[in-house]
């Protein structure tokens, strides 16, 4: 692999950007990373465990020169990030970001963008439920998709390189637009994040149930919601506030089919219940043949980071 940028600055040191930095040193895919946080403390630990060839104590000393600057900010504050950063933008520059969210991050970052900036908002698909600085690894992205989704007019050339940058970093790429990207999480990442918020919330006020036993008998259905309700509480509060249409669109279906399976199992339709279980292990098959999980014990996940 060879270089893709002279100088990337990665804006936000948290899980993405870390793992992003570890990917792009081990392809050899940029001259110089700079980094920024805003917390003194995560720029303390991202200097201490070698995170960023530069980690700099201002957002103008960040994106300097840059060629590439990675917005890794939650999405409740990519605007007031961009119109930071955008007096100190070289001309020719590419802005993203990594934000779940993608119609809400142009409707406040692009404002605030010069002439001759290059904006190609972009979504990785893969994380863990860890957050912060020291928890990225070079292989997170390894075999999973990055949603690139241009603004219009946006020159080629700059898709294409950021495009070669992402694949460079380990991950299949694909276009699409804002909406239908919104809509596509809605159903794949944030209601499902919500849905298991809130059976956690429920195993929690269940007093007739001990927390002892919670923790003691978890199955892996409930053990996998655990995993998913333990992320980053800021950044899902902001990815709700921002997708509110296609994720209030999603549970308001995933409520039908909850009443249906509800009557289903009041009145004793075995039937119903059987189809509705077939149809759904289809999806869990497709997964696995897309290489997106294993059919491995534990969900795949044992020994992974």
């Known amino acids: 692999m060879s270089q893709v940028y002279d100088r990337v600055a990665l804006i936000g040191l948290g899980l993405i950007a870390s793992s992003m930095y570890w990917a792009m040193k081990r392809g050899n895919l940029a001259g110089e990373v700079t980094g920024y946080a805003r917390s003194a403390e995560t720029r303390a630990t991202a200097r201490e465990i070698g995170l960023c060839d530069r980690v700099c104590d201002t957002l103008a000393e960040a994106v300097e020169g840059a060629d590439l600057v990675v917005l890794c900010v939650p999405v409740g504050v990519m605007g007031a990030v961009a119109g930071e950063i955008a007096p100190m933008l070289s001309p020719g520059v590419t ?13 406040q970052v692009a404002p605030h963008l010069p002439e001759g900036v290059h904006f190609i908002p972009g979504h990785p698909l893969a994380g863990t439920e860890h957050s912060g600085p020291r928890s990225g690894f070079a292989e997170l992205f390894d075999n999973r998709w990055c949603l690139l989704v241009p603004v219009e007019g946006t ?19 694909e276009e699409m637009d804002a909406e239908h990207h919104d809509l596509v999480l809605a159903v794949t990442s944030h209601a499902p994040h919500l849905i298991a918020y809130t059976m956690v919330g429920v195993a929690d006020d269940l007093r007739r149930v001990t927390d002892s036993e919670v923790v003691k008998y ?40 909850l009443f249906a399976l509800q009557r289903a199992i009041r009145q004793g339709d075995g039937e119903h219940l059987f189809d ?12 696995i043949e897309a290489g997106q999980d294993t059919a491995a014990p534990d969900f795949g996940r044992a020994g992974r980071k």
Do not use: H, Q
Request: hydrophobic letters at 45%; zero cysteines; proline letters at 2%.
């Open 95 to 107: 802005v993203t970001d990594v934000g779940s969210v993608k119609a809400d991050v142009i409707a």
């Open 276 to 287: 509705y279980f077939t149809r759904t292990r289809a999806i869990r098959r497709g997964i």
């Open 218 to 257: 978890s199955a892996a259905g409930f053990r996998d919601f655990t995993r998913i309700a333990a992320s980053d509480p800021t950044m899902w509060r902001d990815v709700f506030l921002t997708n509110k249409e296609a994720t209030l669109e999603i549970l308001g279906r995933f409520t039908e089919e």
């Open 155 to 173: 020159d080629p050339e700059a898709v294409a390189r950021l495009r070669r940058l992402w694949e460079g970093i380990g991950a299949n790429v």
